[in-house]
């Protein structure tokens, strides 16, 4: 019991002595703000003394109230600083967005300077596309692509666009239509000019001998035998470069079917090529393919020689068609590029 009773005393002054300690510093914290407030009523006499011998002027106020107005006059200050810079970055603002909105309008007038410009050059496009498309023998009339895409002359007519659309966005989508819808004629031009292309390859329409020199010191049809002089049909040409050696072509693709010796061709080469053409090349010197080879338009095949009956070196140039003799005159105009 005694033991008990000690525990409690201990606990009491522990209590009291805790409850003094935050009695003390509520104390001091209330004595704290009762100070300020105390001292906040307290009055001070503003004196202003002019430099002439006028009245004085004094008045009185609390010390709480000289406190609030300079915090009001801090505020209004502040408030003006800030409105103050407000407004020179408003300014600043809007000096940029003058400057960008006159760089857009010069833009935009350079843009419609240019959009003109293309108006007039696709004009002259569409036109001499047209003049092309009807050589090449492809109707553009009769195109429905074309005809959707509209005749150029007629597009730049329509003025007419969405709401909020400038015409000059309307014009560049006409043109870029138009572009997309002739893709497909150009498509047919590519695929005519390659399909005529591989028709002068297949015929023999290239001048027999390298470089395109020499002359023709014979042609076809009636002449003198140089030997017998007597009238004879001749079959083909004679084409001199005055000297032996000089490279033979192959003048259309094709297969050789012959290469032999002749006592009148001397050494001589036979091409078969497509279409029933035959192309024969005598008094050679010597050639550069066999039989059964396949030989490309411009490929060298042989060079000329003078063997055979010959009054000296030349190039004797046939073209069969079918079972007949042909002039090679009419197809060598067709074509008179080497090549390479």
């Given at each position: 019991m005694a033991r008990t009773r000690g525990y409690k005393r201990v606990e009491n002054n522990?209590?009291?002595?805790?409850?003094?300690?935050?009695?003390?510093?509520?104390?001091?914290?209330?004595?704290?703000?009762?100070?300020?407030?105390?001292?906040?009523?307290?009055?001070?006499?503003?004196?202003?003394?002019?430099?002439?011998?006028?009245?004085?002027i004094n008045f009185q106020a609390s010390v709480f109230s000289l406190v609030l107005f300079v915090v009001v006059l801090l505020g209004v200050f502040s408030a003006f600083f800030l409105y103050s810079r407000r407004i020179i970055i408003s300014e600043t603002t809007l000096a940029d967005l003058e400057r960008e909105i006159t760089e857009t309008r010069a833009s935009l007038d350079r843009l419609k300077d240019e959009t003109g410009s293309l108006l007039n050059a696709a004009r002259n496009f569409q036109a001499s596309f047209s003049d092309t498309l009807s050589l090449v023998g492809i109707n553009t009339a009769s195109d429905e692509s074309l005809s959707r895409a509209g005749d150029l002359s007629s597009l730049f007519?329509?003025?007419?666009?969405?709401?909020?659309?400038?015409?000059?966005?309307?014009?560049?989508?006409?043109?870029?239509?138009?572009?997309?819808n002739s893709v497909q004629s150009v498509e047919e031009i590519g695929k005519l000019l390659n399909s005529r292309d591989a028709l002068f390859s297949d015929i023999p329409s290239l001048w027999p001998i390298q470089g395109g020199i020499g002359h023709i010191s014979q042609m076809f049809g009636q002449n003198k035998h140089a030997f017998s002089k007597r009238w004879y049909i001749h079959k083909g040409i004679d084409l001199s470069t005055y000297r032996s050696g000089d490279p033979v072509l192959a003048t259309a693709d094709g297969q050789v079917v012959m290469v032999d010796y002749d006592p009148g061709f001397g050494n001589y080469i036979i091409i078969k090529h497509k279409h029933g053409f035959y192309t024969r090349y005598a008094h050679l010197l010597s050639h550069?393919?066999?039989?059964?080879?396949?030989?490309?338009?411009?490929?060298?095949?042989?060079?000329?020689?003078?063997?055979?009956?010959?009054?000296?070196?030349?190039?004797?140039?046939?073209?069969?068609?079918?079972?007949?003799?042909?002039d090679p005159i009419k197809y060598l105009n067709i074509k008179v590029t080497n090549k390479k």
């Open positions: 522990m209590v009291r002595a805790v409850g003094r300690f935050f009695k003390k510093i509520f104390s001091a914290i209330a004595g704290f703000f009762k100070g300020i407030v105390e001292g906040a009523r307290h009055k001070v006499t503003i004196m202003l003394v002019p430099h002439s011998q006028k009245k004085v007519n329509v003025r007419e666009t969405e709401q909020g659309v400038i015409p000059e966005v309307s014009d560049l989508k006409q043109i870029s239509d138009f572009l997309d550069k393919v066999k039989r059964g080879e396949h030989v490309e338009q411009g490929q060298v095949i042989g060079y000329i020689g003078n063997t055979g009956v010959s009054t000296g070196p030349h190039l004797h140039y046939e073209i069969h068609l079918g079972s007949e003799v042909v």
